[in-house]
């Protein structure tokens, strides 16, 4: 997120649609330098060709003030087009940054509240295994997990991997809630099982933690 000074001294944000405007803009510009270059294209000299003949008077077969009129706007737009791109870069940036902050914050928030309900349960099954662009990878699912909670499986009414694996089915395309222990802190994830290029709808492999080991 992106923050500039108004006229009158207030702080004003860029947000998601101030993005958009601006590749609106660049689009537009864009479009403008193509139909600068197309006169030029009509006019069959391009961006370099000469406009004086051979003996060095200006060129008699060609519009001249039209060329040097698109030539002029072609560079002044190039400038625009540039200056635009470091806005859009530098928003995206801001914005990105934000998101990564409010995600952290909320996971903060989350690991606060599971703390503050009481005791934490123990996990009944761990994650030692994630492949790559699955729904478990882009959920944030990662090795070493220690589930304390799929779903409506929890400590509480665990009894093997079929209970999980029955969840799953049922909830194709449907977001889940996913609780573990990582680094010695509580997780939350929202995991939605569905078809990839991969086997399975996880994408992950979970093994349960024998009693007494956890």
Same mark, same amino acid.
């Given at each position: ?21 601006l ?11 193509k139909?600068?270059?197309? @006169? ?5 000299v391009?961006e370099? !060709?000469?406009l $004086?003949?051979? %003996? ?5 077969? &060609?519009?001249?003030y039209q ?6 706007n ?8 540039k200056a635009?791109m ?11 940054a ?6 952290e914050?909320d996971e ?7 703390e503050?309900?009481?005791?934490r349960p123990?996990?009944?099954?761990r994650?030692?295994? @994630?492949?790559?662009?699955?729904p478990?990878?882009?959920? !944030?699912?990662? $090795?070493g997990? %220690? ?5 409506s &499986? ?10 999980i ?28 099982p ?16 024998p009693?007494?080991?956890?």
């Amino acid at each position: 997120m992106k923050t500039t000074e108004g006229n009158n001294g207030a702080t004003m944000t860029i947000t998601a649609n101030d993005v958009k405007n601006l590749i609106k803009k660049k689009d537009d510009i864009e479009e403008q330098i193509k139909a600068y270059y197309d @006169v030029l294209d009509d006019q069959g000299v391009g961006e370099e !060709g000469s406009l $004086v003949d051979a %003996e060095g008077f200006p060129r008699s077969d &060609v519009n001249l003030y039209q060329i040097r009129t698109a030539r002029h706007n072609i560079s002044c737009l190039q400038n625009d087009h540039k200056a635009i791109m470091v806005d859009i870069e530098d928003a995206l940036h801001k914005l990105h940054a934000r998101e990564k902050s409010k995600h952290e914050q909320d996971e903060c928030q989350q690991a606060e509240a599971m703390e503050q309900v009481g005791p934490r349960p123990s996990p009944f099954a761990r994650v030692d295994g @994630v492949t790559q662009g699955s729904p478990a990878c882009r959920a !944030g699912i990662r $090795v070493g997990d %220690e589930v304390i909670e799929f779903g409506s &499986v929890n400590t509480g009414n665990f009894q093997n991997l079929a209970n999980i694996a029955s969840v799953v089915q049922h909830s194709e395309g449907t977001p889940l809630r996913v609780s573990v222990i990582r680094d010695d802190k509580p997780t939350q994830m929202s995991l939605t099982p569905q078809k990839w290029s991969g086997r399975g709808l996880l994408g992950c492999n979970i093994v349960p933690i024998p009693s007494g080991d956890s």
